[in-house]
């Protein structure tokens, strides 16, 4: 049985204010929560599951059966699925951030949906960190977590002021998606560097422009205005790494 | 003023069956009702819209004036977006597929975004045509037509049995994104063929592989398990066209 002060503990990390003071996230669904749960850099506090679930699957982890109805109440979905885990945020070593290895830069992502992708995107290709400008949407979102698919335990993801994180590595090469630049698909390969993708609507902010050193497009042929950030991503990943 | 009848008639629209009893859909937002207003392949039948659109735009087209809760009654979205038009299906001439092009094949992507974001970068990379099974999402969806930033217009989208349509082409050259293909970086360049995208987790279904005459591959490095079909689509068509 769910408790009604639970309850209100488990909304409360709906938002980031309550999941930054707990330092704890939310992951729905039996497939992510089995996955976190055989992590090992991933722990689960408590799982709140239906006896389908409970009953599939055996976790050594403090567990409370709920009905429906509860499960209703304490997930983001329309339609919750089965089993919510309450997690502790993942504890990263600190300065892991390597100069010999590709980081990906993102700037003013704000849908949860692109930056999951992107996530799922970086751990795809091997890229083991991701700098996000302060107004990115939270790694911790619950859709980020759901659309990244469990790749946030093997993702580093930061969040910098991007004017300072480029200063500080000046000796980098960047790379920049934008409008004007080399074609993708006659870039070679890279081994290291900053990879930086702006905003869909907006591109990479003003200020941040002459820090780049090589600006790099996706050349279209068709009338679409723009391609979501998501995919230009996993097109730039691709030819570059 | 909105009637009760306009009311129900437009949330008819909602559901697929609605949609193809009235040869009508519906699209939200004032970038893409303007984009379509402006487009002579499209027919906007009318439009229920705030006074704030009403007085920044003109447009020739019956329009009723609608308060914010109207809005929201008709609309699909969680925070309407100022104007909402009934549009007519659009009409292709029929038998429009060239098999001197490119065509992209679809397998059972049923996620409304997923097909959005793929009509969006077949208008990117200049293809014109996109073949779904029947078991797709509908193209008129509410957030297929958001997702796809006006692209439908361009795009033309067809629902066939994939068995009879692969039948019926077996002259042309059929490409597949499997996991055990040749890796799509070393492809060459392509001028026509079909290209063929499965479902995310279940990848192209068994009774369709044999119809795949080159299996292509995105090769990853890192432990993700999948990649999401809109960017596995930018991704192929990026190398390929």
């Not at 400008?133 to 580093?156: E, F, P, T, W």
Request: hydrophobic residues 40%.
């Amino acid at each position: 049985m769910l408790l009604k002060s639970e309850l209100k503990y488990i909304q409360s990390l709906f938002h980031k204010k309550g999941r930054d003071q707990e330092g704890l996230f939310i992951a729905e669904g039996p497939k992510i929560v089995t996955e976190f749960s055989a992590d090992k850099t991933i722990r689960i506090r408590k799982i709140y599951a239906l006896p389908s679930f409970l009953n599939k699957i055996k976790i050594a982890i403090d567990s409370t059966e709920v009905t429906e109805e509860e499960l209703q109440k304490i997930s983001q979905n329309k339609t919750p699925n089965e089993v919510l885990a309450v997690v502790e945020k993942i504890k990263w070593e600190e300065n892991s951030k390597s100069k010999d290895s590709i980081c990906i830069t993102l700037d003013t992502i704000q849908d949860p949906g692109n930056l999951g992708t992107i996530i799922r995107l970086a751990d795809w290709f091997g890229v083991k960190q991701i700098v996000c400008s302060l107004n990115c949407a939270d790694v911790y979102n619950s859709k980020v977590v759901q659309s990244s698919m469990g790749s946030i335990a093997r993702v580093q993801v930061e969040y910098l002021d991007l004017k300072t994180w480029f200063q500080e590595n000046s000796e980098s090469r960047i790379y920049g998606a934008t409008l004007n630049g080399r074609d993708v698909t006659s870039m070679e390969k890279i081994k290291k560097g900053i990879i930086v993708i702006g905003n869909e609507s907006k591109g990479i902010s003003e200020e941040l422009l002459p820090f780049i050193n090589v600006q790099i497009t996706i050349l279209g042929k068709g009338k679409a205005e723009s391609l979501n950030a998501g995919v230009a991503t996993g097109i730039i990943l691709s030819h570059l790494i």
